[in-house]
């Protein structure tokens, strides 16, 4: 069984920087393509980042390009976000995901993902 654990979120100032960072266990991490979605207070939960299953690609949304970066160690089963330049925008429940797939595409559609993590909450004040 699949489980995916965030870690990292936490409350910041606007213009500080978080790293964020998930765990797979339950099956080989370097299957999955890995990404990072965010959902505020009474909006859809948005992709932010998407990183292929060997690291060779990555994909950002328009929001966050420039300011956040993915990363991942396969050694380590661990895919990250760096997120630098925060703004109060920026709030919400971070969650990781896991799309089975062993070529270089990344989705970003939810559906595409077949696990998920229960999040990690990411404040920015002003």
């Known amino acids: 069984q699949v489980q995916l654990v965030e870690s990292g979120g936490g409350l910041v100032q606007a213009g500080g920087s978080l790293r964020l960072s998930c765990v797979l266990s339950?099956?080989?991490?370097?299957?999955?393509?890995m990404g990072w979605f965010r959902q505020a207070p009474g909006k859809d939960r948005e992709f932010v980042a998407g990183?292929?299953?060997?690291?060779?690609?990555?994909f950002y949304g328009d929001s966050v390009k420039g300011r956040f970066t993915i990363s991942r160690d396969n050694a380590k089963k661990t895919v990250y976000l760096q997120m630098n330049n925060l703004e109060p925008e920026d709030t919400a429940v971070y969650y990781c995901?896991?799309?089975?797939?062993?070529?270089?595409?990344?989705?970003?559609?939810?559906?595409?993902?077949?696990?998920w993590g229960r999040g990690t909450q990411v404040t920015v004040s002003s």
């Open positions: 995901a896991a799309d089975y797939r062993l070529n270089q595409l990344i989705s970003t559609h939810q559906g595409d993902f077949d696990y």
């Open positions: 339950g099956r080989p991490f370097s299957s999955f393509a």
């Open positions: 990183i292929s299953w060997s690291g060779g690609r990555e």
